[in-house]
């Protein structure tokens, strides 16, 4: 790095020039990466925007070039007689800083070398790459053409060309055939497809395949838990209650729906971001809202209510910098950003497009469920409408409405009440303005909502006999009675405008009780305008982003397609495309890819199909020991990676592999089996697990209920993001914790009895052909001559061990099936364990 | 360190001290060898040396979640009996920002009866003798403030060192800062009792460092750790043996591929199994002395579980585990405080007292850090939530002012720290911050908090955000 470039140089070149001062750094500086840390480290306490001592500003360009009181510090390419260097260095009696260390010589150097460059200031960050407008390079022409099968790989050749390195072959079918399979759909082919595939010897048979994955329902599974990283999705709010968020999987429905159709990646920002304000819009687009109703809700007794919709808000707007801006707007929360050209002003700009949203759930109907509901809704009212008035619940609900308003509007005179109160603020959406608004005027949704509260909470505001009196069980029973008669209709959460929209400031020190300025809805200056018009701000933030003109959605968007299928993104900090973030390894790659993508309509598929039928894509993941020096980190691509699969498909890989694996798309998460004493330690142990039944056992991993404060344990022992932020890419450890998982997880362990019987039914003949079949179901290959030999003695040694003993037969393989011997099935579960624990078994080769 | 020197560290991680060293069958490290592919050995759990000569190797952190009530147990307040009843004086809780209770709420002074005890004549309340008993080598800090004053905020400061989520946690900093001394037992381990926390799993959350350093729960019922016993059926031998078979292909491809990711896996199976063959003898208390169980109260009610888990944290470290998280839930008294408050003592008290005696005598309380903590302490006004049960009476959170102490390796024992006003409503002297007490637990484990640090997002962010000061008063 050039930081490291100057300093050495500085250092080496020892300290004695004619005037004593060290020498200026050689090279060329970067203010944003070598000056200003340093002068935010030891100037700006003094010299910044809180205190100005003897008048000097070090802050700005103008004030450097302007002086203090003392005069000119700073003379603009003439470092030697810039009083400032002579303070820093030493030179004079008085030292700058006056406390601290001195500035080593290296630093001085920076200093002499900025100033003689004629003291850049800021300019730079207009000038960083990620800010310019994407700009469609041409593609190189390469030597090596005959390897080139599109534009993508033309840029890789050309830059392993001038680093002399040679491409890796192109991986043998099977491997290709699972890689791809595993990357567009998350699932590994089946036998069928493997002979299909083998069968085919057109020579576009791969394409064939490709567009075969690409056209699958679970294509859309594979992409949308992708997505969901980014979209900090949970079923729970987080926090200490962790209420469950029964309709979450609504919007997840949404997000699989939108990459089975492929909608176009800017329609796909659109909806999400401002789909309530689309003229026109569907209820689709309502839902598609959801992407921002999974920020953490804090139901905590005794918190503030509004502190944690402002941390919401806030949120939702760093999770818009990470997710289409990649940059860490974040940062700016407290103070402006110390890097990026993010003033703390911008950042609640942003904020504010946010702000003025309000949470609400609505009817989202499954295709299906509305007519039945709608017809058997005006019977259920009618019904509940007795039940209601023959225990007289509107009265006492009317009544401890009453009360409610009483400790709202003036509290500190009943104790009991004012709990009451705080506890309500928690558990109703924007509780208060329902509860002050005419029950007439309020929505079913809030109507409903506020019984149900009134009903579930009586005891937190009357004494336990008062809610005796009015017999409340007895109502929730006959109510629960009469609900579970009515056919089931989905809702969604979402966001919509509030129609009384509070104002945005500026949080002082990022404290949400301590306000600056007002602030309106505005993107950073750094970046195009925001086009005025007459549409709501938040729409128009949401087409700014996906303009042509935005230099950073398309770039960010296409870098993390790039990452799920090679592993690594071009920019390898892939929620940081600012001056702190990584540089790309083929920007011109890069900048074609994002042009791409806005010329196809903004198709995720066909970038995607663009991208695995790259050569670069199909090269063996062999590692290449001669290059290991040069590339250790395969930045170069001139081989695929071997990559861990995710939690989810490791779980979807093995049930599949088990003949387990429930196909069905969709739907509302599910509860697997999990060890006692997991949801056991959720706050006070509220949270119960009740395992999922029949089918529901078996569904996808990216159905598995999140649960924030005890997920699931196999999820987060492979990596799985923990949902509470925004996650731009998942770590990928090996932990012991991980091989306790395989080995011994009774769902893990089902799945090789599952395994063994598929084994036993499906495959005949002898042990070889057996094996073989066992290898093409797991691994998608036959076993070489070598493993099968090991196998082999294992499956001896097993079967001899297990001899006459039947307790253990059954406990390995307790199914009694007619035809199917038992000791060599328990013994076909022990090898099924170690197909099934294979690093290759859970990599993406 | 940054995450992409850490996953090039990853790949070659343990390989070489446990898996070519350890094991033998076929030696990939002469494999690798005649590659030239010998890389350095380096392993994210490795032990490393701290940044200074350390008093301390290993951490005890006894978390008593929910807030305990100083005023009912360590910082003795005569005076409020004069102010039982009455609102406190306006000027001391100006601008008070409380969870649940108003600032003009009235005093409820503590029923409990302080006894100075040792040498240093530390006062501590009637219902935690045993733990008085200790007093000589306890730091007690009267001082302690933070910035939350709801449970899972107060946590995130207390373990994350800031009320944001996503952290990394206390004992994933430390994990990372020194590597683990055990070869057979994971280097940071989270054991609890009573009922769940606030905080949950983000109080030993890895946060952004690779989850390789958060901490494993150690469960109190079924396998000790998730998925230790195998499965119905499968034996010791058998286990073995599928694991030798599971090596030898795993080698196979390795040869194959060259991957080494392989290597790395194969040396994570086998810490497995030898966690599964180690962690009975962990948990075989039958060559603890009688006395030794008794003094923990192992054996009875109601201290079984709480003592359970402190022996096990004192023969985890015994076995280098750096950090033990042992947790205990809640201390959370709104109401019914004298009876909630007895209940917690009756199971805490003794053990409690018992893991550092226990130490002491073993020798190791010199190189073991203990911290007895809440996340915040308790108001010294009144919060009612049944006006018609006066024994209903409980306090409400309070982050302003509350105590803890630490015990062990750098710390000076029979000192007391701080002071609080004579209602215990804010600090007088030496106010010590949470970020305070993680600088100084760091010092004593040899290292400073402002280079503990990882690079995320374009930052180094450490434990002690931008804040903390070591508290030399507190260290011997």
Redesign the interface.
Request: with cysteine; hydrophobic share 25%.
């Given at each position: 790095m050039l930081r490291e470039g100057l300093l050495c140089c500085a250092l080496f070149a020892g300290l004695a020039t004619a005037q004593g001062l060290p020498p200026a750094a050689k090279g060329k500086i970067d203010f944003a990466r070598d000056v200003e840390p340093l002068l935010a480290r030891r100037c700006f306490m003094c010299h910044g925007a809180q205190q100005q001592m003897s008048g000097l500003r070090l802050d700005s360009r103008e004030g450097v070039l302007a002086g203090g009181k003392s005069g000119i510090d700073v003379k603009a390419g003439d470092s030697a007689n810039s009083r400032l260097i002579h303070l820093v260095s030493g030179a004079e009696k008085k030292v700058m800083p006056p406390m601290g260390a001195h500035l080593t010589a290296a630093e001085v150097g920076i200093l002499r070398a900025w100033i003689d460059q004629g003291v850049p200031y800021s300019a730079h960050t207009a000038t960083h790459w990620s800010f310019q407008k994407v700009r469609r390079p041409a593609v190189p022409a390469v030597k090596n053409a005959a390897w080139v099968r599109n534009p993508i790989d033309a840029f890789i050749a050309d830059r392993l060309e001038k680093e002399n390195i040679a491409p890796s072959p192109e991986a043998g079918k099977l491997t290709l055939l699972r890689r791809v399979s595993l990357d567009l759909t998350g699932l590994p082919p089946t036998p069928e497809e493997i002979r299909d595939f083998l069968a085919d010897t057109r020579p576009d048979a791969y394409e064939r395949a490709v567009d075969r994955l690409l056209a699958s329902p679970h294509y859309g599974e594979k992409w949308a838990r992708w997505w969901l990283d980014l979209a900090r999705y949970a079923d729970s709010d987080?926090?200490?209650k962790?209420r469950a968020r029964p309709w979450a999987w609504r919007y997840r429905q949404w997000v699989i729906e939108a990459f089975n159709r492929d909608l176009p990646f800017d329609q796909f920002t659109i909806q999400q971001l401002a789909g309530d304000l689309l003229p026109n819009r569907d209820p689709d687009m309502l839902v598609a809202t959801g992407f921002n109703r999974n920020t953490?809700t804090?139901r905590?007794?005794?918190?503030?209510p509004e502190q944690f919709r402002d941390e919401q808000v806030l949120d939702r707007a760093a999770t818009l910098g990470t997710v289409w801006l990649g940059l860490?707007v974040g940062?700016a929360q407290c103070h402006n950003h110390?890097?990026d050209p993010i003033l703390q002003k911008e950042f609640y700009q942003i904020a504010a497009f946010f702000n003025t949203q309000e949470e609400v759930n609505v009817m989202a109907p499954m295709p299906g469920e509305l007519g039945p509901y709608l017809a058997a809704r005006p019977e259920f009212e009618r019904k509940r409408k007795e039940l209601f008035d023959e225990y007289k619940v509107y009265d006492a609900e009317a009544d401890w409405e009453a009360k409610l308003k009483e400790a709202a509007t003036n509290?500190?005179h009943?104790?009991?009440w004012?709990?009451a109160y705080?506890e309500f603020t928690h558990n109703v959406d924007s509780a208060k303005k329902v509860l002050f608004r005419d029950p007439a005027q309020r929505s079913e949704v809030q109507r409903d909502q506020m019984m149900d509260y009134f009903l579930s909470a009586c005891g937190n505001l009357y004494?336990k006999e008062h809610c005796e009196e009015v017999r409340v069980r007895e109502v929730r029973t006959k109510l629960n009675e009469l609900e579970a008669r009515l056919p089931a209709v989905s809702y969604a959460p979402v966001l919509v405008e509030s129609d009384t929209p509070p104002k945005t400031y500026v949080h002082i020190k990022g404290d949400w009780r301590d306000r600056g300025d007002e602030v309106q809805p505005g993107t950073p200056t750094v970046l195009p305008p925001l086009p005025a018009g007459p549409e709501p701000p938040r729409l128009r933030l949401a087409r700014w982003l996906v303009s042509p003109e935005n230099p950073l959605t398309a770039r960010v968007a296409v870098n993390r397609l790039w990452q799920e299928v090679f592993g690594r993104g071009i920019v390898?900090?892939s929620?940081?495309f600012?001056?702190?973030?990584d540089r790309p390894t083929h920007p011109e790659l890069l900048d074609w890819l994002a042009s791409e993508y806005m010329q196809r309509g903004w198709s995720t598929k066909q970038m995607l199909r663009l991208m695995v039928t790259s050569a670069t894509y199909r090269q063996s993941?062999?590692?290449?020991?001669e290059l290991?020096g040069k590339d250790?980190?395969n930045t170069l691509l001139a081989r695929q990676s071997?990559l861990?699969l995710p939690a989810e498909l490791i779980r979807d890989e093995t049930l599949s592999a088990a003949g387990l694996l429930d196909l069905r798309v969709g739907g509302r998460s599910v509860r697997p089996p999990q060890?006692?004493?997991?949801a056991?330690?959720?706050?006070?142990?509220?949270v119960k697990w009740v395992e999922s039944t029949g089918a529901d056992r078996y569904r996808r991993g990216m159905y598995i209920l999140f649960q924030r404060?005890?997920?699931y344990?196999q999820l987060?022992n492979f990596?799985a993001p923990?949902s509470?932020?925004s996650c731009t890419r998942r770590?990928r450890?090996?932990?012991?914790?991980?091989?306790?998982?395989l080995?011994?997880?009774?769902v893990f362990?089902e799945a090789a009895q599952g395994l063994a019987l598929r084994v036993m039914r499906e495959s005949a003949g002898g042990f070889r052909n057996r094996l073989d079949y066992a290898f093409q179901v797991a691994l998608g290959r036959p076993a070489?001559d070598?493993?099968a030999a090991?196998?082999g003695q294992?499956y001896d040694?097993?079967v001899r061990?297990l001899g006459s003993d039947d307790?253990?037969?059954?406990?390995?393989f307790p199914n009694k099936l007619e035809g199917v011997p038992e000791r060599e099935a328990?013994a076909w579960v022990?090898v099924s364990?170690?197909l099934l624990?294979?690093?290759?078994f859970i990599?993406r080769? | 360190m940054d995450?992409?020197q850490f996953?090039?560290i990853?790949s070659r991680?343990r390989f070489f001290r446990d898996c070519a060293g350890g094991i033998g069958t076929i030696a990939l490290s002469q494999l690798l060898a005649k590659?030239?592919?010998a890389a350095a050995p380096v392993n994210p759990l490795a032990p490393k040396p701290p940044h200074f000569p350390a008093k301390a190797k290993n951490v005890i952190f006894l978390f008593m979640e929910g807030g305990p009530s100083q005023l009912d147990l360590f910082d003795p307040k005569p005076e409020l009996e004069k102010w039982h009843g009455k609102p406190l004086p306006p000027e001391m809780t100006k601008g008070l920002?409380?969870?649940?209770t108003?600032p003009?709420a009235a005093v409820l002074a503590s029923p409990r009866k302080f006894t100075p005890y040792g040498q240093s004549g530390i006062e501590f309340s009637d219902y935690i003798p045993h733990i008085g008993s200790c007093a000589d080598d306890l730091c007690m800090v009267r001082s302690m403030f933070t910035d939350a004053?709801?449970?899972?905020p107060g946590q995130l400061m207390l373990f994350g060192g800031s009320i944001q989520?996503?952290r990394p946690t206390m004992g994933a900093w430390v994990l990372y800062g020194l590597g683990s001394e055990s070869q057979n037992l994971?280097g940071f381990v989270v054991l609890?009792s009573g009922?769940?926390?606030?905080?949950?799993?983000?109080n030993w959350?890895s946060g952004f460092l690779?989850?390789?350093y958060s901490g494993?729960?150690f469960?109190?019922?079924?396998?000790p750790?998730?998925?230790?016993?195998?499965?119905?059926?499968?034996?010791r031998?058998?286990?073995r043996?599928?694991l030798?078979?599971?090596k030898?292909?795993?080698q196979?491809?390795y040869a194959?591929?060259?991957?080494?990711?392989?290597a790395?896996?194969?040396a994570?199976?086998e810490?497995?199994?030898r966690?599964?063959m180690h962690a009975p003898e962990l948990l075989d208390f039958s060559r603890e002395s009688p006395e030794t169980l008794a003094m923990y109260g192992v054996n009875e009610e109601p201290t079984k579980q709480f003592a359970t888990n402190c022996l096990l944290a004192r023969r985890m470290v015994e076995r280098g585990v750096r950090f033990v998280m042992l947790t205990h839930?809640?201390w959370d008294d709104h109401t019914d405080l004298n009876r909630k408050l007895k209940k917690n003592c009756d199971i805490a008290d003794r053990p409690t007292a018992a893991l550092i005696k226990d130490l002491k005598q073993r020798g190791l309380l010199d190189e073991t850090l203990v911290v007895w903590a809440g996340e915040f302490g308790r108001t010294p006004m009144v919060e009612?939530?049944?006006?018609?049960d006066a024994n209903n009476a409980g306090r409400?959170?309070h982050p302003l002012a509350f105590s803890l102490f630490l015990a062990g390796g750098g710390i000076k024992g029979g000192t007391v720290i701080g002071r609080t006003d004579e209602l215990c409503m804010n600090i007088v002297e030496d106010k010590v911050h949470v970020h305070d007490l993680q600088a100084t637990m760091l010092h004593c484990l040899g290292l400073e908090h402002t280079r503990l640090t990882y690079r995320h997002?374009?930052?180094d962010f450490r434990l002690t955000d931008v804040a903390g000061n070591v508290v030399a008063k507190m260290l011997a």
């Open positions: 987080g926090y200490e962790d953490l804090n905590e007794g005794g918190t503030d860490t940062c110390k890097y509290p500190g009943h104790d009991d004012d709990f705080g004494p390898f900090t929620g940081d600012g001056t702190q973030g993941s062999h590692a290449r020991p290991e250790p980190s071997r861990r060890p006692k004493g997991v056991e330690l959720s706050y006070g142990g509220s404060t005890v997920p344990p987060m990596d923990n509470n932020l770590e450890t090996d932990t012991p914790l991980q091989a306790l998982n080995l011994n997880d009774p362990f070489s070598k493993e090991r196998l294992y040694d097993t061990q307790a253990t037969v059954a406990a390995l328990a022990e364990r170690v624990n294979l690093d290759e990599t080769e | 995450i992409d996953r090039r990853q991680r590659e030239g592919r920002r409380l969870a649940f108003k003009n004053f709801n449970h899972h989520v996503g994971p609890s009922v769940g926390t606030s905080g949950g799993e983000s959350s690779p989850s390789t494993v729960v469960r109190s019922s079924g396998d750790v998730l998925y230790l016993s195998n499965p119905p059926g499968v034996t031998d058998m286990q043996a599928g030798d078979a599971l030898d292909l795993n196979e491809h194959e591929t060259g991957d080494m990711e392989i790395s896996r194969i994570s199976y810490l497995a199994f966690m599964q839930a809640s009612i939530r049944n006006p018609r409400d959170h997002l374009g930052r």
